[in-house]
T-cell receptor
Framework: KNQVEQSPQSLIILEGKNCTLQ??????????LRWYKQDTGRGPVSLTI?????NTKSNGRYTATLDADTKQSSLHITASQLSDSASYIC?????????????FGRGTQLTVWP | EADIYQTPRYLVIGTGKKITLECSQT?????MYWYQQDPGMELHLIHY???????EKGDLSSESTVSRIRTEHFPLTLESARPSHTSQYLC?????????????????FGNGTRLTVT
């Protein structure tokens, strides 16, 4: 069973609308949680990184929240644009090694329609 | 935008061929990684490197090998390609985080090589 679960698997919204993507994890001990955006045919690009002491972080129209107690995170996209169409990947890091092992979710495929 | 480059972008080869996927970064990052990504699935770590002359196998059993002779270069080689190797291969790098650890350093990804073995 994957230690990082994302929902929904896919989502279609109209341009200008808001949406929220979910990430639940079981990784322990927790170090940080990252959200990446991956456009089709490209590599993932980092949106936010949050440690256990941070419960919200924004990057433009993207706002990530973290509840380390319930092991849940969400990524909220405000006033969506066509360019937001992409896969959004949640990644959790543990403290088990110097490298910090990374656990990847399978992503939420977001499609924004005009 | 991250300065990490992968070549080729697309590759179609026959079974049994030897191939090398190239990855270079100009950011001076010590840590580099190779991931495999299939549609709708999570990324799987196949190799990583802490620095020059340091390489380790990742979680995914792989018949590939890597080398790290220079900081900026981290090529991945398949000695004998098979159809099961068909996938997207992503290279990434990260700088040392606080205290020399990469905990809070983002990964910078290349745009990947899509490999098809026929």
């Amino acid at each position: 069973k994957n230690q990082v679960e994302q929902s929904p698997q896919s989502l279609i919204i109209l341009e200008g609308k808001n949406c929220t993507l979910q990430c639940n994890y079981t990784v322990s001990p927790f170090s940080n949680l990252r959200w990446y955006k991956q456009d089709t045919g490209r590599g993932p690009v980092s949106l936010t990184i949050m440690t256990f002491s941070e419960n919200t972080k924004s990057n433009g129209r993207y706002t990530a929240t973290l509840d380390a107690d319930t092991k849940q995170s969400s990524l909220h996209i405000t006033a969506s644009q066509l360019s937001d169409s992409a896969s959004y990947i949640c990644v959790v890091s543990d403290r088990g090694s110097t490298l910090g092992r990374l656990y990847f979710g399978r992503g939420t495929q977001l499609t924004v329609w005009p | 935008e991250a300065d990490i480059y992968q070549t080729p972008r697309y590759l179609v080869i026959g079974t049994g061929k030897k191939i090398t996927l190239e990855c270079s970064q100009t950011m001076g990052h010590d840590k580099m990684y190779w991931y495999q990504q299939d549609p709708g699935m999570e990324l799987h770590l196949i190799h990583y490197s802490y620095g020059v002359n340091s390489t380790e196998k990742g979680d995914l059993s792989s018949e590939s090998t890597v080398s790290r002779i220079r900081t900026e270069h981290f090529p991945l080689t398949l000695e004998s390609a098979r159809p099961s190797h068909t996938s997207q291969y992503l290279c990434a790098s990260s700088e040392n985080g606080k205290g020399g650890m990469a905990y809070n350093s983002p990964l910078h990804f290349g745009n990947g090589t899509r490999l098809t073995v026929t």
